[in-house]
């Protein structure tokens, strides 16, 4: 496919490149408008499309913004990302995507793949708190602009913008035990992505404030975050004959997971066991019962990380900021019989 370039307009009025140059960039001092008016619509007319790669190569800036997320399948990740988009196209950058599919050495090829392409910064929510440390690394101390959101890297100085996971672990616990269960089962995520940790604090704090001893083999490793890996976890603990009331569980899909299992060995939710998660979305509304989760706030998420690179972008030198949001927790049937 042959596109039209401005020496194709120049051509069909009769007039010079440069002149027709001026007149798209709206040049009102070196053009009439009616010289203007003559080339836009002449323009329009031939499907002329602006060249955006020569213009930013010009300016010294490509105008792009990187975004790499562990998966696209969930509403979190696509909300994150049209979010984006919607943020920063009027401001005339352009989105590229890369999924690296809980993989840290697809992680580091997208990695490798953004840099190549020049792009102006990077927003990252990464697999492996450790794996790509080092690369993450010299992009800091080299000012690269880059904002991680959601999963960050533990004391990377870098720019962040995630959600209160410890503490709505505790809330999230915390209505479980309320609601009088005592024998919960903690399907934890990989002890390599960061915000692991702080959940599952938050469900030991939970059980430590109503005296309720951890029993360890309620405390399941399941070593991914994938429908199969919830679904798995639940069945070991019920082929060991280990006794238990509820599950929390790290990850939505796990969590759909972890019911499906359930449902299939005909163990009633809520009334046998009761089962909640972080990270929910609408998702977890669609099935039944519905599952009571912590939901982030996406868009905010979103807004503030596009913020944050946007101002590393106009300034390499500016100070780190690292902002907490608030979630919300949204009690549903699959803890409590009353919708």
Do not use: W
Not at 62 to 74: D, H, L, M, Q, Y
Not at 100 to 117: H, I, K, T, V, W
Not at 158 to 178: K, Q, T, Y
Not at 192 to 197: A, D, P, V
Request: charged share 25%; with cysteine.
């Amino acid at each position: 496919m042959r596109y039209v370039t401005i020496k194709d307009i120049a051509d069909a009025l009769g007039i010079s490149k440069s002149s027709v140059s001026r007149a798209l960039a709206g040049d009102i001092r070196n053009v009439s408008p009616s010289t203007i008016e003559r080339v836009r619509a002449k323009a329009l007319e031939m499907g002329y499309r602006r060249n955006m790669t020569a213009v930013n190569l010009r300016a010294k800036a490509n105008k792009i913004i990187g975004i790499i997320v562990p998966e696209i399948t969930t509403p979190f990740s696509m909300a994150f990302v049209t979010t984006v988009q919607e943020a920063v196209q009027p401001l005339g950058y352009r989105v590229l995507i890369a999924v690296s599919s809980e993989d840290p050495a697809r992680e580091r090829q997208n990695l490798d793949m953004f840099e190549n392409g020049r792009v102006d910064g990077l927003l990252v929510s990464v697999t492996h708190n450790l794996a790509n440390r080092d690369h993450f690394e010299n992009l800091v101390r080299s000012n690269f602009p880059i904002v991680f959101f959601d999963r960050t890297i533990r004391d990377l100085q870098c720019s962040s913008v995630c959600s209160n996971d410890g503490l709505m672990s505790f809330f999230l616990v915390e209505h479980l035990i309320r609601s009088g269960r005592r024998r919960i089962v903690n399907l934890a995520g990989p002890s390599y992505i960061e915000n692991s940790r702080a959940r599952s604090q938050g469900y030991r704090e939970a059980l430590e404030k109503f005296h309720i001893p951890v029993d360890r083999r309620l405390v399941v490793s399941t070593g991914g975050v994938s429908v199969e890996d919830g679904a798995s976890a639940v069945e070991r603990l019920l082929d060991g004959g280990i006794d238990f009331d509820a599950i929390y569980c790290f990850t939505e899909t796990q969590a759909l997971g972890a019911k499906r299992t359930l449902q299939e060995r005909n163990i009633v939710i809520p009334q046998d066991v009761a089962i909640c998660t972080m990270s929910g979305t609408e998702l977890s509304s669609f099935v039944y019962p519905q599952i009571t989760a912590v939901e982030q706030n996406v868009v905010e998420m979103a807004r503030i990380a596009v913020r944050l690179l946007l101002e590393k972008i106009d300034i390499p030198s500016a100070p780190q900021q690292n902002i907490t949001l608030h979630s919300s927790l949204i009690v549903r049937g699959s803890t409590t019989s009353e919708e």
